[in-house]
């Protein structure tokens, strides 16, 4: 069945947001000094992709999500463990040539910005997907 690429990304538009709130520490703390754990990068990366997928998954066809393929991350400022940040994301361009996206973040505590990125996504159908990584790993 071939599938009309334009419908994919039809429910997504440049401009489109979504927040989401998280607590760090509770998936890959960093500890510093004297017990002092704080959030780590690839924890608030984490949380950027997952607020993307949050929001921009509801408004793909059923059978599609979105798998990262490029991120940039700025950490700026560290959060105590236990703490919470928010996260929030913008949908900079979609690409329905391609079926990608790309979006940004902004990851605040209550003292500031935290970190920032941009990340690339590509929209992928579920069964196709699962499909290749059981061929590229010999298991299907």
Request: charged share 30%; net charge negative.
């Given at each position: ?6 419908d ?10 979504h ?16 017990g ?105």
């Amino acid at each position: 069945m071939t599938e009309d690429r334009d419908d994919l990304l039809s429910g997504i538009d440049a401009g489109f947001e979504h927040e989401s709130t998280w607590e760090v520490g509770a998936f890959e703390p960093q500890t510093i000094a004297d017990g002092v754990a704080v959030s780590s990068t690839p924890e608030l990366i984490g949380c950027m992709e997952g607020t993307v997928r949050d929001g921009v998954t509801p408004l793909l066809p059923d059978g599609h999500r979105i798998v990262g393929v490029r991120i940039e991350c700025d950490h700026r400022a560290p959060t105590p463990a236990g703490e919470e940040v928010t996260v929030a994301i913008e949908v900079e361009e979609t690409d329905a040539t391609d079926d990608r996206l790309v979006s940004t973040a902004t990851v605040a505590d209550e003292r500031g910005t935290v970190a920032t990125g941009r990340m690339h996504h590509a929209v992928v159908d579920r069964a196709s997907f699962a499909d290749r990584v059981e061929r590229r790993f010999d298991r299907g």
